[in-house]
Protein backbone atom coordinates (compact mmCIF):
# COMPACT_ATOMS: atom_id res chain seq x y z
CA UNK A 1 0.00 0.00 0.00
CA UNK A 2 1.31 3.35 -1.16
CA UNK A 3 2.91 5.70 1.96
CA UNK A 4 -0.15 8.14 3.05
CA UNK A 5 1.10 11.82 4.10
CA UNK A 6 0.84 11.05 7.94
CA UNK A 7 3.63 8.26 6.66
CA UNK A 8 5.55 10.56 4.78
CA UNK A 9 5.03 13.49 7.45
CA UNK A 10 6.62 11.21 10.44
CA UNK A 11 9.60 10.50 7.93
CA UNK A 12 10.45 13.83 7.21
CA UNK A 13 10.21 14.73 10.92
CA UNK A 14 12.98 11.49 11.24
CA UNK A 15 15.28 12.60 8.64
CA UNK A 16 15.27 16.09 10.56
CA UNK A 17 16.06 14.27 13.30
CA UNK A 18 18.95 12.57 11.85
CA UNK A 19 17.86 9.18 11.22
CA UNK A 20 17.41 7.62 8.20
CA UNK A 21 14.55 6.77 5.29
CA UNK A 22 13.98 4.57 2.35
CA UNK A 23 11.96 6.39 -0.23
CA UNK A 24 10.67 5.86 -4.15
CA UNK A 25 12.22 7.73 -6.57
CA UNK A 26 10.76 6.99 -10.33
CA UNK A 27 14.07 5.39 -11.09
CA UNK A 28 14.90 3.18 -8.05
CA UNK A 29 14.34 3.26 -4.23
CA UNK A 30 17.08 5.34 -1.87
CA UNK A 31 18.39 5.33 1.52
CA UNK A 32 18.22 8.96 2.22
CA UNK A 33 19.44 11.19 5.03
CA UNK A 34 19.82 14.88 5.40
CA UNK A 35 22.66 16.06 3.41
CA UNK A 36 23.76 18.60 5.97
CA UNK A 37 24.25 16.14 8.23
CA UNK A 38 27.40 14.46 8.05
CA UNK A 39 26.88 12.27 10.92
CA UNK A 40 23.68 11.44 8.90
CA UNK A 41 24.97 10.83 5.79
CA UNK A 42 27.87 8.93 7.44
CA UNK A 43 25.11 6.22 8.54
CA UNK A 44 24.15 5.91 4.73
CA UNK A 45 28.12 4.39 4.33
CA UNK A 46 27.65 2.26 7.39
CA UNK A 47 24.35 0.88 6.40
CA UNK A 48 25.49 -0.10 2.87
CA UNK A 49 28.87 -0.79 3.07
CA UNK A 50 29.54 1.92 1.01
CA UNK A 51 33.38 3.44 0.36
CA UNK A 52 33.78 6.89 1.57
CA UNK A 53 34.74 8.72 -0.88
CA UNK A 54 31.98 7.23 -3.29
CA UNK A 55 29.31 10.19 -3.39
CA UNK A 56 26.09 10.26 -3.13
CA UNK A 57 23.21 12.28 -5.03
CA UNK A 58 21.64 14.85 -3.41
CA UNK A 59 17.71 15.02 -4.22
CA UNK A 60 15.66 18.34 -4.14
CA UNK A 61 12.03 19.34 -3.97
CA UNK A 62 10.58 21.22 -7.18
CA UNK A 63 11.87 24.99 -7.41
CA UNK A 64 14.55 24.23 -5.00
CA UNK A 65 17.08 26.81 -5.33
CA UNK A 66 19.65 25.53 -7.66
CA UNK A 67 22.55 28.26 -5.76
CA UNK A 68 22.05 27.26 -2.30
CA UNK A 69 24.02 23.43 -3.11
CA UNK A 70 25.95 24.59 -6.17
CA UNK A 71 28.80 27.33 -6.58
CA UNK A 72 28.71 27.09 -10.11
CA UNK A 73 25.21 27.40 -12.42
CA UNK A 74 26.00 27.12 -16.20
CA UNK A 75 22.90 28.03 -18.46
CA UNK A 76 22.73 24.61 -19.66
CA UNK A 77 21.95 23.25 -15.73
CA UNK A 78 18.98 25.39 -15.61
CA UNK A 79 17.74 24.46 -19.08
CA UNK A 80 18.38 20.55 -18.40
CA UNK A 81 16.20 21.44 -15.08
CA UNK A 82 13.85 23.10 -16.85
CA UNK A 83 13.20 20.14 -19.40
CA UNK A 84 13.97 16.77 -17.11
CA UNK A 85 12.83 17.97 -13.39
CA UNK A 86 11.08 16.71 -11.71
CA UNK A 87 12.82 13.40 -13.62
CA UNK A 88 15.48 10.76 -14.08
CA UNK A 89 18.29 13.39 -14.21
CA UNK A 90 21.50 14.04 -12.24
CA UNK A 91 23.69 17.10 -12.55
CA UNK A 92 27.30 16.91 -11.44
CA UNK A 93 27.75 20.86 -10.34
CA UNK A 94 30.72 22.71 -8.71
CA UNK A 95 29.81 22.55 -4.64
CA UNK A 96 28.70 25.86 -2.62
CA UNK A 97 31.10 25.95 0.07
CA UNK A 98 27.44 25.56 2.83
CA UNK A 99 27.16 22.37 1.53
CA UNK A 100 29.61 19.12 3.72
CA UNK A 101 31.77 17.09 1.58
CA UNK A 102 30.42 14.03 3.06
CA UNK A 103 27.49 13.74 0.38
CA UNK A 104 30.54 14.17 -2.27
CA UNK A 105 32.99 11.83 -1.38
CA UNK A 106 35.63 14.72 -0.58
CA UNK A 107 35.15 16.22 -3.79
CA UNK A 108 34.47 20.05 -4.98
CA UNK A 109 31.85 18.36 -6.95
CA UNK A 110 27.95 17.71 -5.93
CA UNK A 111 25.64 15.52 -7.87
CA UNK A 112 21.95 16.83 -7.81
CA UNK A 113 18.31 15.84 -8.89
CA UNK A 114 14.87 16.14 -8.56
CA UNK A 115 13.12 13.00 -8.32
CA UNK A 116 9.38 12.78 -10.03
CA UNK A 117 7.86 10.10 -7.96
CA UNK A 118 4.86 11.37 -6.17
CA UNK A 119 5.91 10.16 -3.27
CA UNK A 120 9.45 11.42 -3.15
CA UNK A 121 8.14 15.01 -4.21
CA UNK A 122 5.99 15.46 -1.07
CA UNK A 123 8.95 13.70 1.39
CA UNK A 124 11.17 16.45 -0.18
CA UNK A 125 8.37 19.03 0.50
CA UNK A 126 7.74 17.84 4.18
CA UNK A 127 11.47 17.69 4.76
CA UNK A 128 12.62 21.38 6.38
CA UNK A 129 9.58 22.86 4.72
CA UNK A 130 10.96 21.97 1.43
CA UNK A 131 14.23 23.75 2.13
CA UNK A 132 16.31 20.58 2.44
CA UNK A 133 17.94 18.15 0.68
CA UNK A 134 18.10 14.47 0.80
CA UNK A 135 21.70 12.34 -0.35
CA UNK A 136 20.00 8.85 -1.33
CA UNK A 137 22.38 6.77 -2.94
CA UNK A 138 20.49 3.23 -4.28
CA UNK A 139 18.68 1.19 -0.89
CA UNK A 140 20.81 -2.06 -1.10
CA UNK A 141 24.10 -2.96 0.18
CA UNK A 142 26.66 -1.65 -1.71
CA UNK A 143 27.64 -3.13 -5.25
CA UNK A 144 24.69 -5.31 -4.76
CA UNK A 145 21.07 -4.69 -7.35
CA UNK A 146 19.14 -2.02 -6.72
CA UNK A 147 15.67 -1.81 -5.39
CA UNK A 148 12.67 -1.17 -7.06
CA UNK A 149 10.14 -2.19 -4.68
CA UNK A 150 9.89 -1.64 -0.78
CA UNK A 151 9.76 -4.94 0.13
CA UNK A 152 13.26 -5.27 -1.97
CA UNK A 153 14.81 -2.71 0.68
CA UNK A 154 13.23 -4.93 3.49
CA UNK A 155 14.48 -7.89 2.17
CA UNK A 156 18.10 -5.95 1.72
CA UNK A 157 18.08 -4.88 5.25
CA UNK A 158 16.16 -6.23 7.44
CA UNK A 159 15.10 -4.66 10.43
CA UNK A 160 18.03 -1.86 10.62
CA UNK A 161 17.59 0.36 13.72
CA UNK A 162 19.20 3.02 11.84
CA UNK A 163 16.50 3.05 9.20
CA UNK A 164 13.27 4.44 10.74
CA UNK A 165 10.94 4.12 7.83
CA UNK A 166 10.79 2.27 4.47
CA UNK A 167 8.14 4.44 2.31
CA UNK A 168 5.92 2.45 0.14
CA UNK A 169 5.42 4.04 -3.91
CA UNK A 170 4.46 0.39 -5.77
CA UNK A 171 7.24 -0.36 -8.52
CA UNK A 172 9.42 2.33 -9.84
CA UNK A 173 8.24 3.27 -13.14
CA UNK A 174 11.63 3.61 -15.12
CA UNK A 175 13.35 0.68 -13.20
CA UNK A 176 17.14 1.72 -13.33
CA UNK A 177 19.24 4.57 -11.69
CA UNK A 178 19.13 8.21 -13.35
CA UNK A 179 21.64 9.72 -16.03
CA UNK A 180 23.97 11.89 -14.80
CA UNK A 181 25.72 14.00 -16.92
CA UNK A 182 28.39 16.63 -15.37
CA UNK A 183 28.46 20.09 -16.13
CA UNK A 184 31.25 21.12 -13.72
CA UNK A 185 34.17 20.97 -16.76
CA UNK A 186 32.01 22.62 -19.65
CA UNK A 187 34.75 25.15 -20.48
CA UNK A 188 37.29 22.32 -20.95
CA UNK A 189 35.64 18.99 -21.85
CA UNK A 190 32.01 20.02 -22.54
CA UNK A 191 28.96 17.90 -20.86
CA UNK A 192 30.38 14.78 -19.84
CA UNK A 193 27.82 11.35 -19.73
CA UNK A 194 28.82 9.74 -16.71
CA UNK A 195 26.19 7.28 -16.13
CA UNK A 196 23.45 6.55 -19.01
CA UNK A 197 20.14 6.18 -17.80
CA UNK A 198 16.35 6.80 -19.28
CA UNK A 199 17.29 10.33 -20.50
CA UNK A 200 19.65 9.62 -23.34
CA UNK A 201 22.66 11.73 -24.59
CA UNK A 202 20.29 12.89 -27.90
CA UNK A 203 17.66 14.35 -25.27
CA UNK A 204 20.43 16.16 -23.55
CA UNK A 205 21.90 17.37 -26.94
CA UNK A 206 18.35 18.66 -27.74
CA UNK A 207 18.28 21.05 -24.93
CA UNK A 208 21.59 22.18 -24.90
CA UNK A 209 22.94 22.09 -28.30
CA UNK A 210 25.93 20.12 -27.02
CA UNK A 211 26.15 16.22 -27.34
CA UNK A 212 27.28 14.99 -23.97
CA UNK A 213 30.77 12.97 -24.57
CA UNK A 214 31.75 9.55 -22.90
CA UNK A 215 34.54 9.58 -20.22
CA UNK A 216 36.33 6.59 -22.37
CA UNK A 217 36.22 9.35 -25.40
CA UNK A 218 38.35 11.54 -23.38
CA UNK A 219 41.18 9.31 -21.69
CA UNK A 220 42.34 9.34 -18.21
CA UNK A 221 41.80 12.34 -16.51
CA UNK A 222 42.56 12.56 -12.91
CA UNK A 223 40.33 15.83 -12.75
CA UNK A 224 37.09 13.90 -13.26
CA UNK A 225 34.85 13.63 -10.96
CA UNK A 226 34.14 10.34 -9.22
CA UNK A 227 29.99 10.06 -9.46
CA UNK A 228 27.55 7.09 -8.26
CA UNK A 229 27.25 3.65 -9.97
CA UNK A 230 30.49 3.99 -12.39
CA UNK A 231 32.78 1.33 -10.91
CA UNK A 232 33.48 -1.39 -13.04
CA UNK A 233 31.51 -4.21 -11.29
CA UNK A 234 28.12 -2.67 -9.65
CA UNK A 235 24.64 -3.44 -9.62
CA UNK A 236 25.34 -7.47 -9.71
CA UNK A 237 23.67 -10.21 -7.65
CA UNK A 238 25.23 -13.11 -5.81
CA UNK A 239 25.17 -15.57 -8.36
CA UNK A 240 27.13 -15.37 -11.58
CA UNK A 241 25.73 -13.59 -14.35
CA UNK A 242 27.45 -13.84 -17.81
CA UNK A 243 25.62 -12.03 -21.41
CA UNK A 244 25.50 -14.16 -24.54
CA UNK A 245 23.72 -12.75 -27.64
CA UNK A 246 20.65 -14.72 -28.82
CA UNK A 247 22.03 -16.33 -31.54
CA UNK A 248 24.25 -18.78 -29.58
CA UNK A 249 22.20 -19.00 -26.82
CA UNK A 250 20.10 -21.96 -27.62
CA UNK A 251 23.82 -23.94 -27.97
CA UNK A 252 25.28 -22.37 -24.75
CA UNK A 253 22.39 -23.71 -22.90
CA UNK A 254 21.79 -27.30 -24.06
CA UNK A 255 25.92 -27.96 -23.19
CA UNK A 256 25.19 -26.41 -19.54
CA UNK A 257 22.36 -28.70 -19.37
CA UNK A 258 24.67 -31.63 -20.45
CA UNK A 259 27.28 -30.51 -17.57
CA UNK A 260 24.39 -30.85 -14.94
CA UNK A 261 24.38 -26.83 -14.22
CA UNK A 262 21.14 -25.10 -13.33
CA UNK A 263 20.93 -21.88 -15.35
CA UNK A 264 18.40 -19.03 -14.43
CA UNK A 265 17.19 -16.94 -17.43
CA UNK A 266 16.35 -13.93 -18.63
CA UNK A 267 15.78 -13.14 -22.33
CA UNK A 268 12.98 -11.61 -24.59
CA UNK A 269 13.14 -14.72 -27.04
CA UNK A 270 11.56 -17.49 -27.56
CA UNK A 271 14.48 -20.35 -26.19
CA UNK A 272 14.80 -23.90 -24.22
CA UNK A 273 13.23 -24.49 -21.07
CA UNK A 274 15.76 -24.13 -17.94
CA UNK A 275 15.68 -24.63 -14.02
CA UNK A 276 14.56 -20.85 -13.65
CA UNK A 277 13.69 -17.98 -16.01
CA UNK A 278 11.78 -14.94 -16.53
CA UNK A 279 10.81 -13.40 -20.14
CA UNK A 280 11.22 -9.52 -20.17
CA UNK A 281 9.21 -7.37 -22.43
CA UNK A 282 11.79 -6.65 -26.02
CA UNK A 283 11.49 -2.47 -25.74
CA UNK A 284 14.29 -0.67 -23.77
CA UNK A 285 12.01 0.42 -21.47
CA UNK A 286 10.54 -2.32 -20.37
CA UNK A 287 13.31 -4.07 -19.87
CA UNK A 288 14.99 -1.98 -17.90
CA UNK A 289 11.54 -1.57 -15.75
CA UNK A 290 11.36 -5.19 -14.55
CA UNK A 291 15.32 -5.69 -14.97
CA UNK A 292 16.47 -5.68 -11.43
CA UNK A 293 13.10 -7.50 -10.10
CA UNK A 294 14.44 -10.30 -12.54
CA UNK A 295 18.20 -10.16 -10.83
CA UNK A 296 16.78 -10.89 -7.72
CA UNK A 297 14.09 -13.24 -8.31
CA UNK A 298 16.72 -15.02 -10.45
CA UNK A 299 19.22 -14.56 -7.58
CA UNK A 300 17.35 -16.82 -5.56
CA UNK A 301 16.10 -19.28 -7.58
CA UNK A 302 19.51 -21.60 -6.38
CA UNK A 303 21.05 -21.74 -10.16
CA UNK A 304 24.84 -22.06 -10.98
CA UNK A 305 24.53 -19.12 -13.21
CA UNK A 306 21.99 -16.06 -14.57
CA UNK A 307 22.57 -16.13 -17.80
CA UNK A 308 21.12 -12.65 -19.63
CA UNK A 309 20.22 -12.79 -23.58
CA UNK A 310 22.38 -9.93 -24.86
CA UNK A 311 19.89 -6.60 -26.15
CA UNK A 312 20.16 -4.85 -28.82
CA UNK A 313 23.12 -2.44 -29.00
CA UNK A 314 21.80 0.38 -29.89
CA UNK A 315 21.80 3.64 -28.37
CA UNK A 316 17.93 3.37 -26.97
CA UNK A 317 19.64 0.23 -24.83
CA UNK A 318 22.75 1.94 -24.01
CA UNK A 319 21.22 2.30 -19.92
CA UNK A 320 20.50 -1.68 -19.83
CA UNK A 321 23.53 -2.28 -21.52
CA UNK A 322 25.68 -0.44 -18.99
CA UNK A 323 24.06 -1.96 -16.03
CA UNK A 324 24.28 -5.38 -17.34
CA UNK A 325 27.58 -4.73 -18.22
CA UNK A 326 28.63 -4.07 -14.60
CA UNK A 327 26.71 -7.08 -13.23
CA UNK A 328 28.43 -9.21 -15.00
CA UNK A 329 31.87 -7.84 -14.88
CA UNK A 330 34.36 -10.16 -13.49
CA UNK A 331 32.25 -13.76 -14.62
CA UNK A 332 34.38 -13.55 -17.90
CA UNK A 333 35.10 -17.34 -18.62
CA UNK A 334 32.03 -18.23 -16.29
CA UNK A 335 29.71 -20.45 -19.03
CA UNK A 336 33.07 -21.97 -20.26
CA UNK A 337 34.55 -22.91 -16.48
CA UNK A 338 30.65 -24.35 -16.22
CA UNK A 339 30.92 -26.76 -18.74
CA UNK A 340 34.00 -28.00 -18.31
CA UNK A 341 33.68 -28.18 -14.76
CA UNK A 342 36.21 -26.38 -13.88
CA UNK A 343 34.87 -23.77 -12.64
CA UNK A 344 34.73 -23.80 -8.68
CA UNK A 345 31.64 -23.27 -7.01
Known sequence: MEAGQADIDAAARALEAGSLVAFPTETVYGLGADAENPAAVAAIYAAKGRPQDHPVIVHVAPGA???YWCAEIPSEARQLADAFWPGPLTMILKRAPNIPDAVSGGQDTVGIRCPSHPVAIRLLQAFKGGRGGVAAPSANKFGH??????????DEFGADPRIAAVLDGGQSEVGIESTIVDLSRLATHGPVLLRPGHI????????????????DALGADPSAPRASGTLESHYAPHTPVAMQDTATLAATLERLHGAGRKVALIHYSALPPV???VALPPTPEGFAHALYAALRTMDGAGADLILVEAPPQDGAWLGVNDRLRRAAHGSTGIVHGLINNTTDL
Open 145 to 154: VSPTTAQHVR
Open 65 to 67: ALD
Open 200 to 215: SAESIAAVIDRMPVRP
Open 275 to 277: HAE
